[in-house]
């Protein structure tokens, strides 16, 4: 197309012709322009990810040794499963003592041999005052450190009264005597 030509078709088009194709001239340039400037962006940031992936290549591996789940001392320290009756009832006796009332408990007994553990779960429906429930719960788990509180459900009856219902489960860890198939 030669310069005489394009003259002739702009001047067909008219001056709306002409600003439209001047507008969409520099809409192009606009576009180009970001454009250019992301792909630089983008190389810059390729090359950034590349030194990174090289850099953790160079580090140093470390690798922990997996521990395990229940350590064997954890278990060589737990109380041996002849204890189980004499804790309980100190558990039931220390309740008693706080003046906790207690109509009756349930227990559970679960084995793991190929640990090694015992786990005697006590269910004690008790009532008494908030004061004598903490207190016992304080008591209780300073006394025998293989006792643990599994849950605690509590209920008062009436907003203003003094006693509460509490259901406290508990768990008496101990040693047993069979270890993967294996009597002592």
């Known amino acids: 197309m030669t310069r005489g030509e394009l003259v002739r078709h702009l001047r067909r088009f008219g001056l709306p012709g002409a600003f439209g194709l001047l507008c969409l001239l520099g809409a192009a340039l606009l576009l180009l322009g970001p454009v250019r400037s992301w792909e630089a962006q983008a190389t810059a940031s390729f090359a950034d990810a590349d030194a990174l992936r090289a850099r953790l290549k160079r580090q140093p591996v470390v690798v922990e040794a997996p521990q395990e789940t229940q350590p064997r001392h954890l278990v060589a320290s737990l109380p041996e499963v002849s204890d189980r009756q004499a804790r309980l009832g100190d558990l039931l006796t220390l309740a008693l003592k706080q003046g906790l009332n207690s109509s009756r408990t349930e227990h ?40 643990s509180l599994d849950s605690l459900k509590l209920r008062r009856n009436n907003p203003a009264a003094a006693e509460i219902e509490a259901e406290l489960v508990w768990s008496l860890h101990a040693r047993s005597a069979v270890v993967e198939g294996r009597q002592p």
């Not at 006590?122 to 009532?127: K, S």
């Not at 719960?137 to 025998?144: K, M, N, S």
């Open 108 to 147: 559970r007994i679960t084995r793991d041999d190929k640990l090694g553990l015992e786990r005697l779960r006590i269910t004690m429906p008790v009532q008494g005052t908030y004061a004598q429930l903490r207190g016992f719960i304080e008591q209780a788990l300073r006394q025998d450190p293989a006792l």
